[in-house]
């Protein structure tokens, strides 16, 4: 009985690093990319995902591959203790690096009008929740699982606020399209801001006061973002 439940635990914490994998924070400009570009793709003048090729990796490689980098590099360096960052002082200078990212796209978003004003929004919400949260690391460490997720959950709710959605749709080339009513979609995000919440905590990578603030800085900075540019 020891070995397995050895077993049990091993295969959770390895469920809990994927689902913390998947769900990285420096992920969710480009999860809420591909969340507008399904529900709404008209809003990029497109029909499917697939026309925002460029828009896609342009917001991947700015948000998450090259901050990525500059963080294992820094690991290389000796300038941060780890790659998950799990020091809150080892969190400083990718905050910064990375809120620069996020401002400069903000700044060409804002001027651009090919990109929708909601995304723009999304991107100064995420940028003010960086933010919020940079200036927090100095008195706790905050999740930042959670608030990216309390922001992609916020976007959902004003992207169902603003416009007239119905269906998640998912379309690939060779395979049939897939469809997904937007309070099904509504409702997983709910639940996959919980399993993120619940992997952090069995990782004992956060305590519950670390993700509760995290989850409200999200959902914030969102609010606040689309009240200024909306």
Same mark, same amino acid.
């Given at each position: 009985?020891? *070995?397995?439940?050895?077993? =049990?635990?091993?295969?959770?914490?390895?469920?809990?690093?994927?689902?913390?994998? =998947?769900? *990285?924070?420096?992920?969710?400009? @480009?999860? &809420? +990319?591909?969340?507008?570009?399904?529900?709404?793709?008209? !809003?990029?003048? #497109?029909?499917?995902?697939?026309? $925002? #090729?460029?828009?896609?990796? +342009?917001?991947?490689?700015?948000?998450?591959?090259?901050?990525?980098?500059?963080?294992?590099?820094?690991?290389?360096?000796?300038?941060?203790g780890s790659i998950e960052l799990r020091d809150r002082h080892d969190r400083i200078g990718p905050y910064i690096l990375t809120g620069m990212f996020y401002l400069w796209l903000v700044i060409n978003f804002l001027n651009n009008t090919d990109i929708p004003r909601i995304y723009a929004a999304f991107m100064l919400g995420a940028s003010i929740s960086l933010f919020v949260t940079f200036f927090l690391n100095a008195f706790t460490k905050v999740s930042a699982h959670?608030?990216?997720?309390?922001? !992609? !959950?916020?976007?959902?709710?004003?992207?169902?606020?603003?416009?007239?959605?119905?269906?998640?749709?998912?379309?690939?080339?060779?395979? $049939?399209?897939?469809?997904?009513?937007?309070? #099904? =979609?509504?409702?997983?995000?709910?639940?996959?801001?919980?399993?993120? &919440?619940?992997?952090?905590?069995? +990782?004992?990578?956060? @305590?519950? &006061? $670390?993700?509760?603030?995290?989850?409200?800085?999200? =959902?914030?900075?969102?609010?606040?973002?689309?009240?200024?540019?909306?």
């Amino acid at each position: 009985m020891p *070995h397995a439940s050895h077993k =049990l635990s091993a295969f959770l914490r390895s469920g809990a690093r994927v689902v913390s994998l =998947l769900a *990285h924070p420096l992920l969710v400009p @480009t999860y &809420g +990319l591909l969340l507008l570009l399904g529900t709404n793709p008209y !809003l990029f003048g #497109v029909h499917s995902v697939a026309g $925002e #090729v460029r828009l896609l990796i +342009l917001v991947f490689f700015s948000t998450f591959l090259i901050p990525a980098f500059a963080v294992f590099m820094m690991r290389m360096l000796g300038l941060v203790g780890s790659i998950e960052l799990r020091d809150r002082h080892d969190r400083i200078g990718p905050y910064i690096l990375t809120g620069m990212f996020y401002l400069w796209l903000v700044i060409n978003f804002l001027n651009n009008t090919d990109i929708p004003r909601i995304y723009a929004a999304f991107m100064l919400g995420a940028s003010i929740s960086l933010f919020v949260t940079f200036f927090l690391n100095a008195f706790t460490k905050v999740s930042a699982h959670a608030v990216g997720m309390g922001g !992609l !959950l916020a976007l959902m709710l004003l992207a169902m606020a603003t416009f007239d959605l119905d269906y998640f749709t998912l379309q690939i080339n060779g395979f $049939e399209p897939l469809y997904l009513h937007v309070n #099904v =979609l509504l409702m997983g995000l709910i639940l996959l801001a919980g399993l993120v &919440g619940t992997a952090r905590l069995y +990782l004992d990578a956060h @305590t519950p &006061g $670390e993700l509760w603030p995290g989850y409200l800085i999200g =959902l914030f900075g969102q609010l606040v973002a689309y009240n200024i540019v909306m």
